[in-house]
């Protein structure tokens, strides 16, 4: 039997890279005041449908949708940002100091067609920062994001920054997309002009010759800002400036995700293939509403972990410490050894106990592929012997001086 398609296995050397990057998320998010959140795997189905929108992809389509059981449509989560907005509002966390600072890291479901990058079950980490409608919100952000790319060597990255304004300046310009388009309905792919009426941003995305031709010369929703709208934009160009990082304006770069407002970006990594979007995220003001919270603003990112990992070189990871490795030389001595070996693990040491029947020669072999730092002989008779394998030195030692002997790390010779 295999996994079912678009999924995959965690196997443990992939688990230890994974390890690496949350320790990495865990410190950079955690010292700027960010704490870890995480919330159910489905939920009501509704949740995405008002936070996420219907006229995007991943609720006209992405979606794993079934009944509970119980006559409740209930949906495995697709994305992170309205789930953590539901958990604000039901636990009252505006009542909280502001801004509520969270991040969180777990597997997400999106029917999509699987290929290298793009998984059926796949996951990632999230920041979400609620409760600020501050510039310096969205670029501490973003640069905090840029920070962990850079920390777990992601490759040849780009960042492309725009800004939404609000959804009266949007709704404006989509009108004036729409005629746009229209006019120009002939060069257009038949998707795109399907989709005029229920979202003409994505033309943007689209791959299509000619409507890529159409596009560029399209009216541009950043050339429409209100002077708020337009003075926030200008703040996090600022800092991000001051910051020395550098990003690209793209005022095409449409977010698959209907309730974003103002300040919108996207990483991508040059090593990757089709699948190039690492991580993005931008500003929600108006999404605590939508879910029938009290009006929040607030702004966030996620980050796809598989594709991280494929877009970073060689990522060092630290295997587990052996300290110990308990050999059996004769099997009058398994129980003395099973002992030892559980003692040890109790004084803090890594052990680790034959469980194979090696050949003692083999368990040397073992205890030198895990590398642990002493091996521990158990024979017929009751003195162990103790082998440090850096030095290869060995010494005879009554049982209860081994575990003493480990702890002061004393070199055996
Ligand atoms: P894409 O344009 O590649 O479909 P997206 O805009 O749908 O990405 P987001 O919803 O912004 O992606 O999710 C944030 C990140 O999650 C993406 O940048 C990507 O790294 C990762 N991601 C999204 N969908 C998948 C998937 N099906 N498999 C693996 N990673 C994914
Ligand atoms: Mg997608």
Redesign the pocket.
Known sequence: MQAPR?TFDVLPEDAERRQVVEGHVRRILGAAGYRRIETPTFEATELFSRGVGEAT??VRK?MYTFDDGGGRSVTLR??GTAPVCRAYIEHGMHKLPQPVKLWYLGS?Y?R?APQR????Q???V?AEVIGSAEAATDAELILLLAELLEALGVRETRLRLSSLGTPETRAEYREELKQYLRAHEGRLSGEVRERIDINPMRAFDSGDPGTREVMAGAPTLLARLSGEDAEHFAQVRAMLDDADLRYELDPTLV???DYYTRTVF??TSDALGA???????GRYDRLMEQLEGPPTPASG????????LLATGELPTAPDLVDLYVAIADQSAARRAFELARDARRAGLGAQLELAGRSLKGQLKQAGRLRSRYVAIIGAESEISLKDMESGDQRKLHPAAVIPTILRGSRLS
């Open positions: 678009g992809d991943i992405e697709p994305e997400f999106r999509e990058g793009r998984y059926r796949f996951w990632q999230g977010r698959g995700l996207e990483f699948q190039s979007g690492v991580g993005g995220g990112w996620a980050a796809g972990i598989e594709r991280m």
